[in-house]
């Protein structure tokens, strides 16, 4: 168990990923570049069994925005997809209605 104090501290960001390419060397990653708002960033995610490139494009996704960046495979990583875990590989969360990039969820 965390407490709120410590779940507060993880900021979780609405983002639009404006493109998305195939890591060279690996069938598990993607890069995908998202837009938050005031930023843009890198992100590298475990999700290429389960999404192509071209279908990710122009979709909003959420992401934990205050991670430390982290290299994988010689990219660097800006913050983390959220997803959750089924037979079939991962499922990206998505919100049910457009929002602006970079909102906060709460």
Do not use: C, W
Request: aromatic share 2%.
């Amino acid at each position: 168990m965390i407490t709120i104090d410590n779940f507060k501290k993880i900021e979780l960001k609405v983002v639009k990923v404006i493109s998305v390419e195939r890591v060279e060397g690996s069938d598990k990653l993607l890069k995908l570049e998202v837009d938050l708002g005031d930023e843009k960033r890198q992100i590298v995610s475990g999700i290429a069994k389960s999404y192509n490139p071209e279908d990710l494009v122009g979709k909003e996704i959420i992401i934990v925005a205050n991670l430390e960046p982290r290299s994988l495979m010689g990219l660097e990583s800006q913050g983390m997809v959220l997803a959750a875990g089924s037979e079939a590989g991962p499922v990206l969360l998505i919100p049910e209605k457009e929002v602006a990039p970079g909102t906060k969820i709460s």
